[in-house]
């Protein structure tokens, strides 16, 4: 946000950004539950939508202070410590997204126009809302099987004037899904379906690998050594 403050101070003008963090805000939590049945709309928000959401601020014991250095008491639900955060958010003009990820089994995306139930943050402080968006499970490494892939976000001279973006998912296979246009119709724009892909490492993959590890060990520790002299 300071760094928007000082480019349009710079430029004379307001300049179109985006904003990246790891843990999704609470008015994703919130949002999620708006569509039919408590649910996501996998046509209006065309994803995969398997993951409760372990937000910023969830789950914080109820006295933790605020360098999270000394926590007494139980263990909370949701405590608000993110609300300055999205205070400052969705008071940044032309911000037209925020993408995070940390939750693999969700890829979905959604446009927070207004003041959500229970959520003193109001979305349409600066104009024209703000667009929330997961990204997609990407390595071996983490918790679950579904499809590896990474969102990919195209931006145009034209689109960031009107502010919008479009965005979609490249999955591992090479296959393209999920493609959306973040703009002022989101929500009730209907795209095509997501499908619900689930991959998995072959075990033989895996033993490979682990031997690999173990005969490179020695070598990567005399590599250390040396470069510590």
Same mark, same amino acid.
């Given at each position: 946000?300071?760094?928007?403050?000082?480019?349009?101070?710079?430029?004379?003008?307001?300049?179109?950004?985006?904003?990246?963090?790891? !843990?999704?805000?609470?008015?994703?939590?919130?949002? =999620?539950?708006?569509?039919?049945? &408590?649910?996501?709309?996998?046509?209006?928000?065309?994803?995969?939508?398997?993951? =409760?959401?372990? &937000?910023?601020?969830?789950?914080?014991?109820?006295?933790?202070? /605020?360098?999270?250095?000394?926590?007494?008491?139980?263990?909370? &639900?949701?405590?608000?410590?993110?609300?300055?955060?999205?205070?400052?958010?969705?008071?940044?003009?032309?911000? !037209?997204? @925020? *993408?995070?990820?940390?939750?693999?089994?969700?890829?979905?995306?959604?446009?927070? +126009?207004?003041? @959500?139930?229970?959520?003193?943050?109001?979305?349409?402080?600066?104009?024209?809302?703000?667009? %929330?968006?997961? &990204?997609?499970?990407?390595?071996?490494?983490?918790?679950?099987?579904?499809?590896?892939?990474?969102?990919?976000?195209?931006?145009?001279?034209?689109?960031?004037?009107?502010? +919008? %973006?479009?965005?979609? +998912?490249?999955?591992?296979?090479?296959? #393209?899904?999920? =493609?959306?246009?973040?703009?002022?119709? *989101?929500?009730?724009?209907?795209?095509?379906? #997501?499908?619900?892909?689930?991959? *998995?490492?072959?075990?033989? /993959?895996?033993?490979?690998?682990?031997?690999? /590890?173990?005969?490179?060990?020695? /070598?990567?520790?005399?590599?250390?050594?040396?470069?510590?002299?």
């Amino acid at each position: 946000m300071a760094t928007s403050r000082q480019l349009a101070d710079q430029y004379g003008r307001v300049v179109p950004s985006i904003a990246f963090v790891h !843990i999704p805000i609470h008015a994703a939590a919130v949002l =999620k539950k708006q569509g039919p049945g &408590g649910h996501v709309d996998l046509q209006r928000h065309p994803s995969i939508n398997d993951d =409760k959401i372990n &937000g910023q601020s969830h789950g914080w014991p109820r006295n933790a202070n /605020a360098n999270n250095t000394t926590r007494t008491g139980d263990r909370g &639900g949701y405590t608000r410590r993110d609300v300055p955060f999205m205070q400052a958010l969705v008071a940044t003009p032309c911000l !037209i997204g @925020l *993408f995070y990820g940390h939750d693999h089994g969700n890829t979905w995306c959604y446009r927070w +126009t207004d003041k @959500l139930d229970g959520l003193d943050v109001d979305a349409g402080v600066a104009g024209a809302g703000l667009h %929330l968006c997961y &990204g997609q499970h990407t390595d071996y490494g983490g918790y679950g099987y579904w499809v590896r892939g990474e969102r990919q976000i195209v931006a145009t001279r034209k689109g960031l004037r009107n502010g +919008t %973006l479009d965005t979609h +998912t490249m999955l591992e296979t090479g296959e #393209v899904v999920g =493609k959306v246009t973040l703009n002022s119709t *989101f929500n009730d724009d209907v795209y095509d379906t #997501v499908p619900n892909v689930k991959t *998995f490492m072959p075990l033989s /993959a895996g033993k490979e690998l682990t031997s690999l /590890a173990v005969t490179l060990r020695p /070598a990567l520790a005399v590599l250390a050594l040396l470069l510590l002299l």
